[in-house]
């Protein structure tokens, strides 16, 4: 079993954050995943992947705060 990469961006701007997550995502393998950590509760993130892509990711909080959050974040094989 691999381990799932970890996604910092708490160092990166915010403007630069939602298109850094999309682009890892859209780069990975159906079935695979990446873990984001953030400085911040990432729900609205969660309501753009919904609109964008429903059905083809997963969303799995393994840590809330209430300084480090850290989402599971995969691809579905319905994105293939």
């Known amino acids: 079993m691999t381990q799932t990469p970890d996604l910092d961006v ?4 915010p403007a630069q ?3 850094t997550i999309f682009g890892t995502w859209s780069a990975l393998p159906p079935g695979e ?5 953030n400085d911040h509760d990432p729900k609205p993130l ?4 919904a609109a964008e892509h429903p059905g083809e990711y997963t969303w ?6 209430p300084e480090v959050w850290r ?3 995969g691809k579905t094989d319905k994105s293939a």
């Not at 995943?33 to 950590?37: E, G, K, N, S, Y």
């Not at 969660?46 to 992947?49: A, D, G």
């Not at 799995?60 to 705060?65: A, F, M, P």
């Open 46 to 49: 969660s309501y753009q992947f």
């Open 71 to 73: 989402v599971k974040i």
């Open 10 to 13: 708490r160092e990166l701007a």
């Open 17 to 19: 954050r939602h298109s």
């Open 33 to 37: 995943a990446f873990i984001l950590v």
């Open 60 to 65: 799995d909080y393994q840590e809330n705060g």
